[in-house]
């Protein structure tokens, strides 16, 4: 039997929650408060339409510096034939915002106005002329704004339900107002559970966890329009989070309860709604983000004290409450799919709607037939073809949802689908910004990293994603990326890349560039505890080796050796676990998940860990030549010769940059 009360499908649990809350009264604008016309309006939502008050301009007025003056009387008015005015009777003078004289209906710029005076200088001042000559007729209410040329009094200036921007605030003041009339800021409660978690800025001991995920939900929360409150982190006691949830749920609209949502011995967030309130869903089809809990807290006590108008909700008997998973990226999409719709409903503002695009999958995704699966993806458009690359799908990951470009819906029924079907992406970027994307399939390398931050500086994005060489060399012949860094070797002659071109990428133009040079060897613990001092020591039965996927280039150079030396793989203990980027195997290393692994030395030094040098190789940049001679990537070959890149390559660890820019091969 299940553990969650049902594992429902997402539509049928947003249902659920939405007709609670309609049963609540809790399914509309919470409330109305007035506030001052300042910048801090700026974001709110307008709760009443904004009818004007007055017209802008509310008079007839000058839109230049000149004479204010009958058109007609400036008929027949021509270069050969210029008409004389008065001053006083026929024309005034005016500056620009001046009302006009009622009998006025037309001003003439001053640039076109001849003086007949002695004294030559045309101005307003009682010593100007008494006379002018025009060389040109002017139309009726030529260089004037009518008297509400931008807003005629009573007319719609904004709707209700409608975010204010900067503009929007200068035209309610030309309107009349002082004051506006907005929704409430829905209030949120956001309290983290778990013995194991410590604020930010704690000494981590092992077991310990970061509490973030409260930052990240009250940010969320806040760009969506409400005004989130963080509390302390409220260890696993059924008593004590009962006690906080009850206490938070008098003074807020809405209680987020973070991590406690599966069916663990201290997972007691479902209980905790169940004793206090309706346990509405334990569980949704979505992944990631499945333990989900939705239901309503009853109050006890009414809220005493307080404005009914900015308050109507308060009357309502319950705060509706989300148990959120505690794996960061389950916790944001939770707040996304869930809580954004209800806090539009309480702003009432139109939910956010993500720009959506449909594009290539580079690689096969496999998803639970049953869920409604979401993936994060980079996107790169590459040729006429926007690509979606699949980010880490770990849920703990949350530097897949920094890198990520939108979120690749899979629904529920499909289970994956395979390299270059189409998929419909929600995007987080502009098509703007995707334009500037250079797309990088292919090894990883530390130097990436710094190439992405200083392409930044160049009004470029490197998104990369890490697939191993030859994974990069097949995406460029799928025409999926426009470069791929790649160290194979040729265990034939030695050389680098060039013969795996050939076999991968058969009649594609090509320009290679050696990016680096660097060191390869075995990363291990600090002090080397195991005294792993060579190839031949991985058949140790004591060393725990950690290794890269099948097609990376160290996973190539490591074979290479192991068949000079006459070593199998089936004599190294780990050689099938695998990690697929040199920073992932120093991770492994320094967490205790192994003894050892080959990798490069920048690695090791990012997390403190010992490096035993073994080979040199270089890394190169194999690039079509269709894209190497586009604009999108002139920035990053003006960069091979930067010296500031190159001195930020220089000083991470087992690094040759002397190498970097040289052509390898161009065909």
């Keep these: 039997m299940s553990v969650y009360l049902h594992d429902i499908p997402l539509s049928q649990a947003q249902s659920r929650l939405r007709e609670a809350l309609q049963d609540a009264d809790l399914w509309r604008v919470l409330s109305v408060e007035s506030i001052p016309l300042d910048e801090n309006a700026l974001g709110r939502v307008t709760a009443e339409p904004i009818w004007a008050e007055i017209s802008s301009p509310h008079y007839h ?67 100007g002329p008494k006379t002018i000559r025009i060389r040109a007729a002017v139309a009726p209410w030529s260089h004037v704004r009518p008297l509400g040329e931008d807003i005629v009094a009573t007319q719609l200036v904004l709707p209700a339900g409608h975010t204010l921007r900067p503009a929007d605030l200068g035209a309610i003041a030309a309107s009349g107002h002082q004051t506006i009339r907005v929704a409430r800021k829905p209030r949120v409660a956001i309290l983290p559970t778990g013995t194991e978690l410590v604020p930010i800025g704690s000494k981590l001991k092992s077991g310990d966890i970061l509490e973030y995920n409260s930052l990240v939900m009250a940010a969320q929360i806040k760009s969506m329009g409400g005004e989130p409150t963080r509390y302390p982190i409220t260890k696993d006691n059924f008593d004590s989070i ?78 509706p409450i989300i148990g959120v998973p505690g794996y960061p990226v389950s916790a944001a999409l939770t707040i996304d799919i869930f809580v954004e719709a209800i806090i539009a409903k309480w702003l009432g503002r ?124 097949i995406a460029l012949r799928r025409g999926e990326a426009h470069l791929a860094g790649s160290h194979l070797l040729d265990p034939k002659d030695g050389s680098y ?29 600090k002090g080397n505890p195991k005294e792993v001092k060579n190839l031949g ?62 990798g490069i030395a920048a690695a090791a030094q990012a997390l403190d860990l010992d490096f035993i040098p073994l080979f040199q190789e270089r890394y190169d940049l194999v690039i079509p030549k269709q894209h190497a001679e586009s604009e999108l990537l002139v920035p990053l070959f003006d960069l091979l010769t930067d010296r500031g890149f190159r001195e930020a390559v220089s000083q991470l660890m087992g690094y040759d940059v002397s190498v970097m820019g040289t052509i390898i091969l161009e065909d």
């Design 61 to 127: 007025a000058s839109a230049m510096d000149g004479f204010a003056l009958r058109a007609v009387s400036t008929n027949g008015a021509m270069p050969s034939a210029p008409v004389t005015l008065f001053i006083g009777p026929e024309a005034q003078y005016v500056d620009t915002g001046d009302p006009l004289p009622e009998w006025a209906n037309a001003v003439i710029p001053i640039e076109n106005v001849e003086s007949l005076d002695e004294n030559d200088q045309i101005t307003k001042d009682i010593r």
């Design 242 to 319: 009962c006690e906080r949830v009850l206490e938070v749920a008098q003074t807020h609209d809405l209680v987020l309860l973070n991590a406690g949502s599966s069916a663990g011995a201290e997972d007691f967030s479902s209980k905790v709604v169940e004793k206090l309130g309706t346990l509405l869903v334990h569980g949704v089809a979505v992944r990631p983000g499945h333990p989900v809990i939705l239901g309503l807290i009853n109050r006890q006590s009414p809220i005493e004290n307080r404005r009914s108008e900015n308050l109507a909700a308060d009357t309502s008997h319950v705060t």
């Design 350 to 473: 139109p939910p956010l709607q993500l720009p959506t695009e449909t594009a290539t999958l580079t690689r096969k995704i496999v998803s639970p037939a049953g869920d409604d699966d979401y993936v994060r993806v980079a996107v790169g458009k590459v040729g006429d073809k926007l690509l979606a690359a699949p980010l880490s799908r770990g849920a703990g990951v949350i530097t897949s949802l920094v890198q990520a470009d939108g979120l690749a819906l899979i629904p529920s029924g499909i289970q994956g689908l395979e390299s270059g079907e189409q998929v419909k992406v929600h995007m987080y970027r502009s098509k703007a910004e995707i334009e500037k994307t250079i797309f990088c399939i292919g090894s990883h390398d530390l130097t990436l990293d710094l190439l992405a931050q200083f392409l930044a500086d160049h009004d470029r994005r490197l998104a990369s994603a890490n697939v191993g060489s030859q994974g990069g060399l």
């Design 497 to 525: 890349n060039i013969s795996y071109i050939r076999q991968y990428m058969p009649n594609v133009p090509v320009k290679v560039v050696a990016l680096v040079g660097r060191d390869q060897g075995l990363i291990v613990k």
């Design 537 to 598: 020591d991985l058949t140790n039965p004591q060393v725990q080796f950690v290794n890269r996927q099948r097609g990376a280039g160290t996973r190539v150079l490591l074979d290479y050796h192991l068949n000079l030396s006459g070593m199998t793989p089936d004599s190294i203990l780990g050689y099938n676990q695998e990690e697929y980027t040199h920073l992932g195997v120093a991770a492994a290393i320094a967490s205790g998940r192994a003894d050892c692994g080959l």
